[in-house]
């Protein structure tokens, strides 16, 4: 158990510093060319992961091959989303917002893994929701957005959330056939299967990027897949109702983060929604 506590809050590092250099990555060469260049990173990484770790798929079945469809599908919903997030939002009030995937998470893996809630944990998931809610509907009322034409980043910050929520479970059920990291980038290129046709039937330019480009996208794709595997390992020795918040208190991480390094200064009312998010992910753990 301690393990995979420890794992859970190595994700949430992990992915705290993703999340920069994903905002970073989106604003240097923009969401979608972002996202492509980051997942080829991705990829790349975890082909040297698994053959580090030795192990390689077995034969497929054809809940295997469902469950990889599943995962490309919310995994290209949460990246897309959070790239789009990132870069016309903040992260202090986007952040909150995406890191309640760990509600459904759990309830994904409640639903197909047979684990168990406590009431603790059910009393936390109250709390991140109740935090989301609270972010969502002081951002409604006008106060901490960047962009005076409406608020499409704060959906894509929703849509983000979902995608995560059923994307990790579904990492980790691939975890069996694949081992802890392979998963990883079998998603990723799932993502870019899924998302190729839409590439070309919108014409959709994907440049190579220049320079200091590749550094905010190096750093996305290492932290992003790195976050992954962590999650991964730790739900081998915890459940995943457990790890899966602690991996989320990348939230907490990051709206410190921007708040000391970026020059980010959110309203008092998103303060509030963040708190109440990073006690529940906090309590959900206990």
Sequence with gaps: MLAGVLLGFAASASWALANVAVQRAGRAVGPLPGLFWTQLIGIGMALIGTAAFGQWPSALTA????????????????????????????????????????????????VFFGERLTPNQLIGAGAVVAGAITVTRFVHAGGGARTPSGRSWLLAAVGASVGFGI??????????????????????????????????????????????????????????TAGSVCITFGA????????????????????????????????????????LVSAGVVILAL
């Design 236 to 275: 081998r020795h915890a459940p995943l109702a457990i790890v899966s918040p602690l991996a989320s208190l990348a939230a907490a991480l990051t709206v410190v983060f921007a708040w000391a390094f970026l020059g980010e200064r959110p309203p008092r009312g998103v303060l509030v929604g963040a708190a």
């Design 63 to 110: 809940g295997d091959w469902a469950w990889i469809a599943v995962a490309g599908v919310a995994g290209l919903v949460a990246y897309v989303s959070i790239f789009y997030a990132f870069e016309h939002g903040d992260l202090t009030v986007a952040v909150p917002i995406i890191s309640s995937w760990a509600v459904l998470s759990a309830g994904v893996s409640v």
């Design 167 to 224: 994307a990790v479970p579904a990492i980790r059920r691939l975890s069996g056939p694949f081992g802890p990291v392979a998963p990883i980038g079998v998603v990723y290129v799932a993502d870019l299967v899924l998302a190729l046709p839409l590439v070309l039937a919108f014409r959709i330019k994907l440049p190579l990027p220049r320079g200091r480009a590749w550094l905010p996208l190096v750093l996305a794709g290492f932290f992003e």
